[in-house]
């Protein structure tokens, strides 16, 4: 484990969360437990070698003191729970592990938030800032002097040009590209594949051609 940090406690146990776990074994951290409502029926249970600590409620059994918390739930549109359990951990006095992966690479002239989260092959360039519990995917590209807002999803492949700014849980599909100086607006979902020339409007779809909108406004 990397001197002076605290164990880590995983929130969620579905795919994206045994990503985050190889990456952490990876870099050399202890990971202590996990707490997922769908693992919580059994106490005797291990996930991943892991022992599961139960649900959502053992936060309020844990020492904030004692140990940093990784949210490893996954973020998809219409989705608002890894928001919600980042909001609800941190209201106790939790605090959020930042993990970046050896293979992806972070200017030093950058700045990631609380909780974030680097997949292997990223791209984030200079003066770029990632604000916190935001996930940048693998081979996303996060250009210079992009601002990305509270508990974004920057999916895999993404690109996103110079002075591209997002609100908040704005989620960008795999191999998106958003041109230079694009704003989205929070709650905005850019569709897989799509090529974003324009400003998005806060809690519309843009670049979506079939399928239900869940919820949000649709845009082309």
């Given at each position: 484990?990397?001197?002076?940090?605290?164990?880590?406690?995983?929130?969620?146990?579905?795919?994206?969360?045994?990503?985050?776990?190889?990456?952490?074994?990876?870099?050399?951290?202890?990971?202590?437990?996990?707490?997922?409502?769908?693992?919580?029926?059994?106490?005797?249970?291990t996930?991943?070698?892991?022992?599961?600590?139960?649900?959502?409620?053992?936060?309020e059994?844990?020492?904030?003191?004692?140990?940093?918390?990784?949210?490893?739930?996954?973020?998809?549109?219409?989705?608002?729970?890894?928001?919600?359990?980042?909001?609800?951990?941190?209201?106790?006095?939790?605090?959020?592990?930042?993990?970046?992966?050896?293979?992806?690479?972070?200017?030093?002239?950058?700045?990631l938030?609380?909780?974030?989260?680097?997949?292997?092959?990223?791209?984030?360039?200079?003066?770029?800032?990632?604000?916190?519990?935001?996930?940048?995917?693998?081979?996303?590209?996060?250009?210079?002097?992009?601002?990305?807002?509270?508990?974004?999803?920057?999916?895999?492949?993404?690109t996103?040009?110079?002075?591209?700014?997002?609100?908040?849980?704005?989620?960008?599909?795999?191999?998106?590209?958003?041109?230079?100086?694009?704003?989205?607006?929070?709650?905005?979902?850019?569709?897989?594949?799509?090529?974003?020339?324009?400003?998005?409007?806060?809690?519309?779809?843009?670049?979506?051609?079939?399928?239900?909108?869940?919820?949000?406004?649709?845009?082309k």
């Open positions: 484990m990397p001197s002076s940090v605290k164990p880590l406690i995983f929130l969620g146990a579905g795919g994206h969360a045994k990503v985050l776990l190889a990456m952490a074994r990876l870099l050399q951290f202890e990971v202590t437990g996990v707490c997922c409502p769908l693992l919580s029926g059994d106490r005797e249970r996930w991943n070698g892991i022992a599961v600590l139960g649900g959502d409620e053992q936060l059994r844990l020492n904030p003191e004692t140990c940093l918390l990784v949210n490893a739930v996954g973020f998809m549109p219409g989705n608002q729970l890894r928001h919600q359990l980042f909001c609800n951990a941190k209201s106790k006095g939790f605090n959020f592990a930042s993990l970046i992966h050896p293979y992806a690479f972070v200017d030093s002239n950058s700045f938030g609380e909780g974030c989260q680097v997949m292997a092959g990223a791209v984030i360039q200079v003066n770029a800032s990632i604000a916190d519990n935001s996930i940048v995917n693998s081979n996303a590209t996060i250009e210079h002097d992009c601002s990305i807002g509270l508990s974004n999803h920057i999916a895999p492949g993404a996103l040009c110079g002075e591209v700014v997002t609100g908040s849980q704005v989620f960008i599909g795999a191999n998106a590209t958003l041109i230079q100086q694009v704003i989205v607006k929070s709650g905005a979902v850019i569709a897989a594949g799509a090529l974003v020339l324009r400003d998005v409007e806060a809690g519309s779809v843009h670049g979506r051609k079939s399928g239900r909108s869940g919820g949000h406004n649709e845009t």
